[in-house]
C-alpha cells in the first residue's frame, strides 16, 4: 500500500479499540518472568558462555597476543581473535569495526572472546589473555579538537552534499542591527543508555545458517549488518528478539555481544551466550556526544525574533557523524534571517551515535534555555515569547505547512493547568520554608519520520487473527498496540489476537526508534489487513467497499456472516507494507508539546528537588493512552536526569568513560520524581500516514532539561548554561544565607 494523498475516513477512525486505554498484552509474561529475553532461551541444549576481552587501550596497535594461559583453564573450549576469526566487513550501522586487530580504534573495543563451559570459567580466562600493545596518541578533548574541526553539512552527514552551513536571508546584518540581543554557549555532555537489560546474544550455528537472539531494536538492518559483517549471505542470516529490556537508540544497531557471539559459536562447535557487562555498555557500545553550542538570538523590543543562530559542534570516531543539535532551531521557531552550521571533531572515544531523540534532545536543552534568556531581557513572560514567534509554516521553506502544528494550544493549556499565572517572573521570590522554589518551561519538538514497514495477518479456521512483523518491542507496548490496530480492522477485541513480534523471518517493519515505531509499524498492519479484509469478502462473497467488520462478524447489506466462516474452508493469509509517496515533503510532519516544571532549591545546602512535572503533547491520533503516558513519563525522567545528574567522565589522559556503571553512573530514582502529570491534545494528522498517527516516546524528553534549568534559575537568579546542573556549579553563587 502506497500512501500518496490525504488518508479519508477508514476502520480505524471507529476508535472501538484503537485509542482506548489499554493494558499491554505482554505484561503478565514480563512481571512474572516468563518473558524470554535474549539471554534466557533456555530450550537450547548445549549452550556455552563467552566472555569479551576489551582493548586497555583507546588508541594504537596490537603487538601480540598471548592466550596460552586462557586455553589452558579449566572449562575453556575456544578462544577467538581477529588472526582466527580472518577477514571480517563491517555493517553499514557501524563506525568501527567490532572486533579489534591489529589497530584498536577506542577503548573496550573487543580484541577477544573467549568460551567456556560456564560465565565464570569464561570470565576467569578472559582475565589470562594477555595482549601487548602499541599505544598511539589519541585525541579525547572535545574543546581542543573542535578548534580546528570542519564543517559539516547540514543533514548531519559529512558527505551528504548539503551546504555546510544553512542559510535564510541575513543573520549577521540583521543580528547587528537587532535592538535587543543574546549571544550564549551551552554545553551538554557525553550520555550512555544506561538501560536495564545489557545488549546480550546467544548465537547458534546449523551448518553455514546464523541464528542470533539478541536484544536488538532494529532487525532487518541487523540482519544485513551481521551478514556484511561475517561476510555470509543475509538469507543465512536469522535475528530473534521478541523482547528487549530497553534500548534507547543503544540497541539500533548491531553491537560486539553478537558478533563475538556467532564468532565463538563457530569455533566452539555449540551455541555460545554473551551479555556484556557494564563498562562495556559505556565503552564498547554507542553513547550520546557531548556538544558545545553556540546561539545566538535578535529581535525587535515587541519580542519579535529577527535573527536566529544556531551552532554546535560534537565529535565521533572517523567516519562518524555529528550529534544534529540544530535540527529543531530549524523549524521552531519564527525569523526571517536565519543561520544553523555544525562542527565534527574527530575523536578517538567510543563510538557517538544515536540516543534517545537524537539531535532534538540535547539541542532543545540549550536553545529552550536561550529562549528564557531572551525573554527576561525583553520584559516579557516566557510563554508569551514562544506563542509570539510561533510559526505555521517551515521558516526555512515558508511555502511548506505542517500539517499538524498546536505548540500554542500546547503551551497554553499546559501554563492553565500548571498555575503559571502564580510564578513570580523575578527570581529568588518565592520561599516554601527553607526552600527557593520556581517554576520553568520549554517548548517540545521531534520530528515525525515515515519510514517503509510490513506485516503479515492469517485468518485461522477457528477465527482467530494472528500478526506476524520483525517489529520490535523495548518496554514500549508495541504487541499492544498492534494487537488493538488488527482488533480495529478485523473486528475483533485486541485480546482476540495474537500478536508475533522480532523474527528475522516475519515481513520487515519499521523497527523501534526515532520515534517512527508506533505510527508505522500499525500502518503496516492496517495495510495487510485492508488485503485480508477483502479475501474476507471475496470468501463470504460479499462487496468489500460496504464489508462491516465487528464483534467477530461480517455484514454487509442484510447479510451478515462470522469470521470463522470465513475461514472454513481454509486458512486466509495477508501480507503488505506501508511505503510512503511524497506527501510527506509536501507537509513538515512533525510533533509538538510544552513542558512546565516546579523545583525546589535549599537555601543552606543547595540540593535541588523536582516538586512536579506537566508535559502537554500533541502528536496525532494516540493509539494507547496508558502506554502512551508511560512512554512519556519515562522520558520526561529521563530529561531529569540530563538535566540534574548524568553525565560520562571522560578520562582525557587514556581516552574513556571513567565512571561505566550504574553506582558511579546517575540516573534518577523514584525519590527524584514526584508528581508528573501528561496530557494529550486531541489530533489526528491525516497527512502521516493511514493511522493519522505520529510518535511520543522522544517528545516527552525534549525540552525537558531546559525546563528544569529554567526553574532553578527562576528559584535562584542563578543561571547554568552547563549540564548537569550538579551542585558544584552553582552552590557559591546562590544568595547569601543569614
Not at 118 to 136: I, M, N, P, S
Not at 250 to 266: E, S, Y
Not at 511 to 521: T, V
Not at 567 to 581: K, N, P
Request: hydrophobic share 40%; charged share 20%.
Amino acid at each position: 500500500m502506497k500512501f500518496e494523498t490525504a488518508a479519508g475516513t477508514n476502520p480505524i477512525d471507529q476508535m472501538k479499540v484503537v485509542g482506548r486505554a489499554h493494558d499491554r498484552i505482554d505484561g503478565p509474561l514480563k512481571t512474572s518472568g516468563l518473558a524470554p529475553y535474549a539471554y534466557e532461551q533456555h530450550d537450547i541444549p548445549n549452550v556455552a558462555y563467552g566472555h569479551i576481552v576489551g582493548s586497555s587501550v583507546a588508541k594504537g596497535r596490537i603487538s601480540s597476543i598471548d592466550t596460552a594461559a586462557a586455553k589452558a583453564a579449566p572449562g575453556v573450549i575456544a578462544v577467538v581473535t581477529a588472526a582466527d576469526a580472518g577477514k571480517l566487513g563491517k555493517g553499514k550501522n557501524n563506525t568501527a569495526k567490532l572486533l579489534a586487530g591489529p589497530d584498536v580504534d577506542h577503548y573496550h573495543q573487543a580484541v577477544a572472546v573467549v568460551v567456556a563451559e560456564t560465565f565464570e570459567q569464561a570470565r576467569a580466562a578472559a582475565a589470562l589473555v594477555r595482549v601487548d600493545y602499541a599505544r598511539g596518541k589519541g585525541r579525547f578533548d572535545l574543546t581542543e579538537a573542535l578548534k580546528t574541526a570542519p564543517l559539516v553539512g547540514g543533514s548531519g552527514g559529512p558527505n551528504s552534499g548539503e551546504q555546510a552551513v544553512d542559510r535564510v536571508g541575513k543573520f549577521e546584518e540583521a543580528f547587528a542591527a537587532a535592538p535587543v540581543k543574546l549571544d550564549a554557549e551551552y554545553h551538554t555532555p557525553d550520555h550512555t543508555h544506561a538501560m536495564m537489560e545489557p545488549h546480550a546474544s546467544i548465537a547458534s550455528w546449523t551448518g553455514d545458517e546464523l541464528t542470533l537472539w539478541t536484544s536488538n531494536q532494529m532487525i532487518a538492518w541487523s540482519k544485513r549488518d551481521v551478514a556484511l559483517t561475517l561476510n555470509m549471505p543475509e538469507e543465512k542470516v536469522r535475528l530473534i528478539s521478541p523482547y528487549i529490556g530497553g534500548g534507547f537508540g543503544g540497541k539500533l544497531f548491531v553491537r560486539a555481544d553478537a558478533i563475538m557471539a556467532a564468532l565463538g559459536a563457530k569455533a566452539a562447535k555449540r551455541p555460545v551466550k554473551i551479555a556484556l557487562p557494564r563498562p562495556f555498555i559505556a565503552n564498547n557500545t554507542t553513547h550520546r556526544p557531548a556538544t558545545h553550542q553556540r546561539i545566538r538570538l535578535g529581535a525587535k523590543k515587541d519580542g519579535t525574533i529577527t535573527a536566529i543562530a544556531h551552532e554546535s559542534g560534537s565529535g565521533d570516531l572517523p567516519d562518524g557523524g555529528p550529534e544534529t543539535a540544530v535540527s529543531q532551531t530549524k523549524l521552531l521557531y519564527a525569523g526571517e534571517n536565519r543561520m544553523m552550521a555544525m562542527r565534527l571533531a574527530v575523536l578517538d572515544l567510543p563510538e557517538g551515535n544515536a540516543m534517545r531523540a537524537p539531535g532534538e534532545a540535547p539541542g532543545m536543552m540549550a536553545l529552550e534555555i536561550a529562549m528564557d534568556e531572551m525573554a527576561e531581557k525583553l520584559g516579557m513572560d516566557p510563554v508569551a515569547f514562544r506563542i509570539k514567534n510561533d510559526t505555521q509554516v517551515d521558516p526555512e521553506k515558508p511555502e511548506r505547512k505542517f500539517s499538524q502544528r498546536q505548540l500554542v494550544r500546547c503551551l497554553r493549556e499546559g501554563a492553565d493547568r500548571f498555575g503559571w499565572n502564580q510564578r513570580n517572573a523575578k527570581p529568588m521570590q518565592v520561599r516554601d520554608g527553607p526552600w527557593m522554589v520556581g517554576m520553568g518551561v520549554a517548548s517540545a519538538f521531534r520530528n515525525h519520520i515515515n519510514t517503509k514497514s510490513a506485516a503479515r495477518v492469517r485468518l485461522g479456521r477457528d477465527g482467530t487473527v494472528t500478526v506476524e512483523t520483525d517489529m520490535t518491542d523495548i518496554g514500549t507496548g508495541t504487541y499492544t498496540i498492534i494487537a488493538q490496530t488488527a482488533g480495529e480492522m478485523m473486528g475483533v477485541p485486541a485480546e482476540a489476537v495474537t500478536v508475533k513480534l522480532g523474527d528475522s523471518s516475519f515481513p520487515a517493519a519499521a523497527g523501534s526508534g526515532g520515534q517512527w515505531g508506533a505510527a508505522n509499524s500499525t500502518a503496516g498492519v492496517y495495510a495487510a489487513c485492508v488485503k485480508l479484509r477483502d479475501q474476507v469478502a471475496q470468501r463470504l462473497g460479499f462487496n468489500s467497499a460496504d464489508a462491516v467488520f465487528e464483534s467477530g462478524q461480517v455484514k454487509s447489506g442484510n447479510r451478515t456472516a462470522s469470521l470463522k466462516e470465513a475461514a472454513a474452508a481454509g486458512e486466509l493469509t495477508a501480507e503488505d507494507h506501508i511505503e510512503f509517496g511524497k506527501l510527506g515533503d509536501e507537509w513538515q510532519l512533525s510533533t509538538f508539546g510544552a513542558h512546565f516544571v516546579e523545583v525546589g532549591v535549599h537555601a543552606y545546602t543547595g540540593v535541588s528537588r523536582i516538586r512536579r512535572m506537566l508535559a502537554v503533547c500533541a502528536a496525532g491520533r494516540i493509539l494507547n493512552p496508558k502506554s502512551a503516558r508511560s512512554q512519556v513519563i519515562g522520558a520526561m525522567t529521563m530529561g531529569v536526569g540530563s538535566a540534574l545528574m548524568e553525565e560520562l567522565a571522560v578520562d582525557r589522559r587514556f581516552g574513556f568513560f571513567v565512571n561505566h556503571d550504574l553506582a558511579s553512573y546517575e540516573v534518577p530514582v523514584h525519590a527524584d520524581i514526584p508528581h508528573q502529570e501528561v496530557v494529550f491534545l486531541d489530533e489526528a494528522d491525516d497527512k502521516a500516514n493511514p493511522m493519522k498517527a505520529k510518535g511520543v516516546g522522544e517528545l516527552g524528553l525534549c525540552g525537558v532539561g531546559a525546563a528544569v534549568a529554567n526553574a532553578i534559575y527562576n528559584a535562584t537568579g542563578v543561571r547554568i548554561r552547563d549540564y548537569p546542573i550538579t551542585l558544584d556549579k552553582y552552590l557559591d553563587r546562590l544568595p547569601e544565607v543569614a
